[in-house]
């Protein structure tokens, strides 16, 4: 059953604030109030009146939440940045506390009704790759990014890449691991903020995906672009775009999707995902064999042949350029480079290089565009790129848009020779 409800209420609840600073705060909340359609729930069914074992309820749609904050003895609003950021926690434990999957029991039959109660079902993993184009929130220099990701708005379960000094287009490379209770309602939620040190940080844009668009055990790789407020989808201003790869493990199907939050895992489960590909892997489950694997190292050989380019930005007074390309290894820290092709803007190289890749899982692939001049160089673009793809198919051919240029691309040949080394506990 589908109610809208509303509730207005003159509580008495104080907080104690802790900032970062070590200043206490005494917070009143006061004249909360909310409106929202509110789902109730009538089950076990049974044969005695009145022929339900319990009720749930949970809030289905919130459509509005209001409260009043104030500083026992002061005025909040002195102080700044605090009253935003206290608001925005109190908003969000409120409705993570109500907002469906989340769901309340009550009683009315005495019973066991644990089954009721919310349950993990799977988890996503969660690679932050990189961004591009944000928007400048600094008036002397570039912003200083970092990301903020979550499914359930509750700061133990909120994670947070580190921040990229002076960049609007960072690279994080960081993995992260979340809890899914109910993969057909919940959204990922992504936001990334420009550090201001010990002000509060300000927004550049947010995203929200659906976790019922991802295919279970299926790597999607992904960019987003970035809007002003999610409640808001007429923004059509160009805030950046983030990069990700997602891979969803629902529990009980297989043992690559056993919950790695249990005490006994710590691979994540796009570590489990990848090393269940490589060939005469060792059995990953303790219970067999007693010894606990604390992360999987994928270590090989990977092959990139730098076919040709297309569509490269004029960087010469003659409209051409000399082009080549500088490939790195960001985590080893191995360079190689193409030959220069003279005055081409299509230029073929068919040059194939080597790295030895101590940690496929968590190592990229950098390749920057230079034009070669008498006395120096100059950038035109690059290219970034995870080893998850090559690592979970062999090897493929691909194009690949040349970052900071309108239309060029990139033609690539990878290809994956896999040695598995296992760290155990």
């Known amino acids: 059953m589908d109610l809208e409800l509303q509730w207005d209420g003159n509580p008495s609840i ?31 069914l049974v044969e005695e009146f009145p022929c339900f074992g319990a009720v749930s309820y949970s809030l289905r749609e919130k459509q509005k939440l209001d409260f009043t904050l104030k500083v026992v003895g002061g005025d909040i609003s002195s102080i700044p940045g605090v009253s935003d950021a206290i608001e925005e926690t109190i908003r969000d434990a409120i409705e993570d506390s109500l907002t469906w999957p989340v769901r309340k029991v009550v009683p009315i039959i005495p019973g066991d009704y644990s089954e009721l109660e919310l ?13 591009k184009e944000l928007t400048n929130k600094d008036v002397i220099g570039k912003s200083d990014p970092f990301a903020v990701l979550y499914i359930r708005p509750l700061r133990n379960r909120m994670k947070t890449s580190k921040t990229i000094k002076n960049q609007l287009n960072p690279v994080w490379n960081e993995h992260y691991e979340f809890i899914v209770e109910d993969e057909t309602t919940q959204n990922l939620v992504l936001k990334v903020f420009d550090d201001d040190g010990i002000r509060a940080a300000e927004l550049i844009g947010c995203v929200c995906l659906k976790l019922k668009d991802l295919e279970p055990g299926k790597v ?23 990069h990700l790869e997602l891979l969803y493990c629902p529990f009980g199907t297989g043992k690559e999707s056993v919950n790695p939050f249990a005490s006994k895992y710590s691979m994540t489960s796009l570590e489990r995902a990848l090393s269940s590909r490589v060939d005469g892997m060792i059995d990953l489950d303790p219970g067999k064999t007693g ?22 930005p004029i960087a010469d007074l003659m409209g051409l350029a000399d082009p080549y390309v500088v490939l790195q290894m960001k985590k080893c820290q191995t360079r190689s480079k193409t030959r220069v092709i003279n005055n081409c803007l299509n230029p073929v190289w068919n040059q194939t290089f080597d790295f030895v890749v101590e940690d496929g899982l968590h190592d990229m692939l950098q390749m920057d565009i230079y034009d070669h001049d008498l006395f120096g160089k100059d950038y035109m673009g690059r290219c970034i790129l995870t080893l998850t793809r090559v690592i979970l198919e062999g090897q493929y051919k691909d194009s690949f848009h040349v970052e900071g240029t309108k239309c060029g691309k990139l033609n690539l040949h990878l290809k994956w020779t896999a040695q598995p080394v296992y760290r155990n506990a």
């Open 291 to 312: 010894i606990k694997r604390r992360e999987v190292i994928l270590r090989g050989v990977l092959s990139v042949t730098v076919i040709s380019a297309v569509d490269l």
């Open 14 to 44: 104080i907080l104690d604030i802790k900032t970062k600073l070590g200043i206490a705060l005494p917070v009143q909340v006061k004249d909360i109030g909310f409106t929202g359609i509110f789902r109730l729930m009538f089950k076990p």
């Open 220 to 242: 999607k790789d992904i960019w987003l672009n970035l809007v002003k407020d999610l409640d808001v989808q007429r923004d059509k201003k160009n805030r950046g775009q983030v």
């Open 119 to 131: 349950q993990p079902v799977g988890t996503l993993g969660v690679k932050l790759i990189q961004a």
